[in-house]
């Protein structure tokens, strides 16, 4: 892990600041793009423009003939043609280490929250390579999360990585404040990404509380930040759960949410002249996710569980984002907008949901609970309607019959309160009990 130090002498300090600068011209500003000439930066520099309203940093995305293409991550008001442009000698860092627990930070990694200066912390470039396939410890044991629905029915592994889908409104955030709260790891990062301004601290004091927040890290990009901010603020969040990976921690890292990230590299590229595709979303979006959600998981020690959040497009699991997701994650978790408004919470739809470790991560008795468990819901799905109209003869199914005998234990089951966390052993023996009933 490379580790820049922010620790100067102050001869070193003195050397720098008499140290001739090299200043180059901005000589195009072109929606999210600046052309920069005459500025010594290479790709994933950063340089900073000075305008009418101070200086705006900037990251370098592209060398051309004709100079430097940057990325503004700050308002670009203010800036003109001519303005001058200063190069850091650094690549974007952010700050690590265990003192950002309990801290919220901006999509920079930058102090949100009024407490002390991170200045003396140690700082690490945010690009990073994922680790090499074979170097990665195997995902072999079961994370608590906290939610007997997902412990019980879609387990998760340590390192695993899982969606959670869904459109608007059904509960994504929710279900993250109880992950956040009831999970088994000592320390979960989470990415706020394209969300409501309002929404962040009902989010951090209401659904997180003071318990969560003691233990996580928030990192917060509201939808209103540059889209630059919103991309940069997943790769933040990623390289800090990195740092306590690699440090030997087990980590949830929880991303709310992925589509809002695709999203903002939709606006990157788009502005950048790539052509349009599936939807809209040009070729740098496909090829931005599995960069950024092959770097989570398991390492050669410790390991990065992560949830990310995927807010599909009228509720259509299909949508390009819920797709491809889909195809590099390890599992993935349904919301149902029918059992939301029916006032189930959390409202996941466990026979939508799969995880593709739960085999590994579970004993041959819990697998057999569970599918149990599973084959009654399935049962009940399939005369629902036949029951409504009264269609349905008792005695024609058995599991059916068992299944309506058994639906409102197994409903009592899978609804949770967001603040009441079930331990994991609680939430197996509940499993069994159920399975085991008549």
Known sequence: MTVVSTGRTRVDEALEAARPQRLGRLVELKGLHLLARGVDAAVGGLVEVTGDAGAVPAEVVA??????????????????????????????????????????????????????????????????????????????????????????????????????????????????????????????????????????????????????????????????????????????????????????????????????????????????????????????????????????????????????????????????IGDTSRSILDGHVVLSRRLATGGHYPSIDVLESLSRVAPVVTDREQMAAATTVRRLLAAHRDVRELVEIGAYAAGSDPDADRALALMPRINDFLRQRVDEPTPLDETWRALHDLAGAR
């Open 63 to 320: 060398s051309t003939p004709q100079g430097v293409v940057c990325l503004p991550l700050g308002n670009t008001a203010g800036l003109r043609t001519g303005a001058p442009v200063r190069s850091t000698g650094a690549p974007l860092l952010v700050p690590v280490g265990r003192a950002l627990q309990g801290r919220v930070l901006d999509g920079l990694g930058r102090p949100l929250d009024g407490g002390p200066s991170l200045a003396d912390l140690p700082r690490v470039p945010v690009e990073n390579d994922a680790p090499e396939a074979l170097s990665r410890s195997l995902v072999d044991r079961q994370v608590g999360l906290g939610v007997r629905a997902l412990d019980a029915l879609v387990p998760c592994g340590r390192g695993q990585r899982m969606s959670i889908m869904a459109g608007s409104g059904v509960g994504k955030s929710t279900l993250l404040s109880m992950v956040a709260r009831g999970t088994e790891a000592a320390v979960s990062v989470v990415a706020l990404i394209g969300e409501r301004g309002r929404e962040v601290r009902e989010f951090i004091e209401n659904d997180l509380g003071p318990e969560g927040l003691a233990r996580s890290v928030v990192v917060v990009a509201t939808s209103d930040a540059p889209p630059v901010v919103r991309l940069r603020a997943a790769f933040v969040a990623t390289r800090i759960a990195e740092w306590f990976r690699d440090a030997g921690e087990d980590v949830v890292l929880m991303m709310d949410s992925l589509t809002r990230v695709a999203m903002a590299q939709r606006e990157i590229g788009l502005s950048a002249g790539e052509p349009p595709t599936t939807r809209g979303y040009p070729p740098s979006v496909f090829a931005m996710l599995p960069r950024l959600l092959e770097r989570t998981g398991p390492g050669a020690v410790g390991s990065i569980t992560g949830l990310y959040t995927v807010l599909v497009e009228g509720d259509d699991l299909q949508d390009p």
